[in-house]
C-alpha cells in the first residue's frame, strides 16, 4: 500500500521546519509499504490538485496530523480525499481532545475514518496493518492490557533515515539564488531545518500549555549514543550534498535535565557531530554558566524562551511563577556572550495586561541583546487548564475559534483591557520590533562582531517578521527589501569588505619565506 502523509498549512502563515511525526512515522511503517511526505508550508497544494496526486501516485491511505491552528485547513483536506475515495486517519494535540469532532460525533460533518489518540508510536503499525486489510477501526489509543495509557520509550528509538529522504521540498534557498550559489558563490545547495528531538514531556504543566497533557509530566530521554548518531547521519549529508543543514530540538524543554543534557552535549562535542542547533529551554535552566558554555561547544545559535510577560502576576496565574522578569536580562547576556541568540515569546492578553502592555515589554526587550521577539495572544487551547478556567467563567467569546482561524486574534475577553485594546498592544509590538529603524539598531550592536552573525540576525528578522505578517510573494518581499535597504547595504559593504581583505592578504608564512630569500 501506498501511504501519503500530509502535514496542513493553515493558509495564513508558514512553518520553519517540517513537523518530526512524518518523519516519525515514515520510519515505524511496516515493511511493504511505501510513504509519501507533503508539508502543505513547503509544497502547497489546492485540493483539486492534491486529488490529482492521490490517484497518479495510486494512495491507499492519508496519515494527516495537525496543531490546533491548522484543524480548519485539515478537516477541509480530509472532506477532500474522503470524497476522492481515499481513508483518512487524523492524528495530533487537537484531534487527541476533540476526537468526537473529527469523527462527526459532536452533531458535525465527519472528516475521519478513523483518529489516532497520543502519541502514534505503537498505534500506527497497527492502523497500516488494518487499512490495508481494508479494516480500519475508528479510534486507536495507546493503552495497556489494563486499558491505561502507554507512553512509549524513547530507548530504543526509530533510526530515521535522513541520508535518503527527499528533503527538497524543505529547501529554504529559492531555486534562483540556488542556482547562482551553486555556480558562482558558496556552493550551498539547499538550507534545511531538521526537526530532532531528544525526550518528551514537560513536568511544569503551564496553564496554557498542551505540553503535558499530551506528552505527560515525566520526562523519557533517548540514549545520548541515539542522538549523536543521528546528528553525525546529518551532518554527512550536508557535507556530501554542499547544503547547509540546522538542527531544530524540538524538546519541550531540552535542558530539564541538566545533568543530562550536559552529558549529551559532551557526547556531541567528544563525537565532533556539532551542527548549528535550535532549541527550547526555559530561562530559569539558563543560569548556569557551565550548561551555556557546553552549549555553544556543541554548536547552539539559537534559543527558543517562552518569557510569556515581564509581569509576575501574570506569570503566577499561568503556573510559571519559574519564570523571573528580572533575571532576563542577565540570561541574555550570558547568551550574547557566547553568540548565543535568543527567540523570545511574549503572550498579551494575559489577566494582569492593561493597555500600555506593549510598550512596557518593548522597554525592557530595547535593553537586551538583539533578538527575534514574537508576540501572540493568549490562546484558550481545547483541553488545557486556560481554555476549561475561560470556559467556566463565560469569557470564550470564540469557544471553537480554530473551526473560524482568524490569524493572531482573540478568542476570549480579557480581564482588564478589551479585544480592540489587546489587538492594539500586539499590532504595536510586532510594528516596533521589526521595522526597519529596530532592524538597523539590531545590526549596530553587532558592530565589530562576525559578519556572519550579523547577516544571520537580519535574515531571521526578515522571516520572522513572517510570523505576524504573512510574506507569500514577490511584491511584499520587494517592499522588504526597499524599507531594510540601510541595514542591507551596511551588510554588503562590510562583506564586500572583509571578502577583499582576505583576498589580498597573502598568508603570514609566504610572506616570511619569500623576504628571506
Not at 80 to 102: I, K, L, Q, S
Not at 292 to 317: Q, R, T
Not at 481 to 498: C, S
Request: hydrophobic content about 40%.
Amino acid at each position: 500500500m501506498r501511504i501519503l502523509l500530509y502535514n496542513p498549512d493553515n493558509g495564513v502563515t508558514r512553518n520553519f521546519m517540517p513537523h518530526l511525526w512524518m518523519f516519525l512515522l515514515k520510519a515505524l511503517t511496516p515493511p511493504g509499504h511505501e510513504v509519501l511526505l507533503i508539508d502543505g508550508n513547503a509544497k502547497p497544494l489546492n485540493d483539486q490538485e492534491l486529488v490529482r496526486f492521490l490517484h497518479e501516485e495510486n494512495i491507499g491511505l492519508v496519515g494527516i496530523g495537525a496543531m490546533t491552528r491548522m484543524v480548519q485547513k485539515a478537516y477541509r483536506v480530509a472532506d477532500a480525499v474522503r470524497a476522492a475515495g481515499v481513508p483518512v486517519v487524523m492524528g495530533g494535540p487537537h484531534v487527541t481532545e476533540c476526537p468526537d469532532e473529527a469523527l462527526g460525533r459532536d452533531g458535525g460533518p465527519r472528516h475521519a475514518d478513523a483518529v489516532a489518540l497520543g502519541e502514534a508510536d505503537d498505534t500506527w503499525p497497527l492502523i497500516v496493518e488494518d487499512a490495508a486489510r481494508g479494516q480500519l477501526k475508528e479510534t486507536y489509543e495507546p493503552v495497556d492490557e489494563a486499558g491505561k495509557e502507554h507512553k512509549p520509550p524513547l530507548q530504543p528509538y526509530p533510526v530515521i533515515p535522513w541520508d535518503t529522504i527527499d528533503l527538497a521540498q524543505f529547501n529554504f534557498v529559492p531555486t534562483i539564488v540556488r542556482r547562482f550559489t551553486e555556480r558562482y558563490g558558496s556552493g550551498i545547495s539547499y538550507f534545511n531545518t531538521i526537526p530532532m528531538e531528544s525526550g518528551r514531556g514537560c513536568p511544569y504543566g503551564c496553564e496554557f500549555c498542551t505540553v503535558t497533557g499530551f506528552f505527560g509530566d515525566q520526562i523519557r530521554f533517548r540514549t545520548n549514543e541515539s542522538v549523536v548518531a543521528e546528528l553525525l547521519l546529518l551532518k554527512r549529508r550536508a557535507e556530501k550534498d554542499r547544503g547547509k543543514i540546522t538542527i531544530f530540538f524540538i524538546d519541550d524543554n531540552f535542558a530539564i535535565n541538566i545533568k543530562r543534557t550536559k552529558s549529551l552535549l559532551r557526547d556531541i562535542i567528544a563525537a565532533e557531530a556539532q551542527l548549528p542547533w535550535i532549541a527550547q529551554i526555559s530561562a530559569n535552566l539558563l543560569r548556569d554558566e557551565e550548561l551555556v558554555d557546553l552549549m555553544a561547544g556543541s554548536g547552539c545559535k539559537w534559543v527558543f524562551i517562552g518569557m510569556e510577560s515581564i509581569d509576575p502576576l501574570n506569570l503566577a496565574d499561568v503556573n510559571k511563577s519559574f519564570n523571573k522578569p528580572g533575571e532576563y536580562a542577565a540570561v541574555l547576556n550570558r547568551l550574547a556572550q557566547r553568540n548565543i541568540y535568543a527567540i523570545t515569546a511574549f503572550i498579551f492578553g494575559l489577566d494582569n495586561d492593561t493597555p500600555g502592555v506593549a510598550d512596557r515589554t518593548l522597554e525592557q526587550i530595547a535593553t537586551w541583546p538583539p533578538g527575534m521577539p514574537v508576540f501572540s495572544p493568549l490562546v484558550p487551547l481545547p483541553g488545557t487548564p486556560t481554555y476549561k478556567k475561560l470556559g467556566a467563567e463565560g469569557r470564550l467569546t470564540r469557544p471553537k475559534h480554530w473551526m473560524n482561524f482568524v490569524h493572531n486574534q482573540m478568542a476570549h475577553t480579557p480581564l482588564k483591557m478589551t479585544i480592540p485594546e489587546a489587538q492594539i498592544e500586539l499590532d504595536k509590538a510586532w510594528m516596533t520590533s521589526y521595522s526597519p529603524k529596530n532592524n538597523q539598531r539590531a545590526i549596530d550592536w553587532f558592530g565589530g562582531r562576525d559578519i556572519n552573525d550579523q547577516i544571520m540576525h537580519f535574515v531571521m528578522r526578515m522571516f520572522f517578521r513572517g510570523i505576524y505578517f504573512p510574506q507569500r510573494n514577490a511584491r511584499v518581499w520587494t517592499k522588504l527589501v526597499a524599507q531594510n535597504h540601510r541595514p542591507l547595504l551596511k551588510l554588503f559593504r562590510e562583506g564586500l569588505g572583509k571578502y577583499r581583505e582576505g583576498r589580498k592578504s597573502p598568508p603570514v608564512a609566504t610572506v616570511a619565506s619569500s623576504s628571506t630569500n
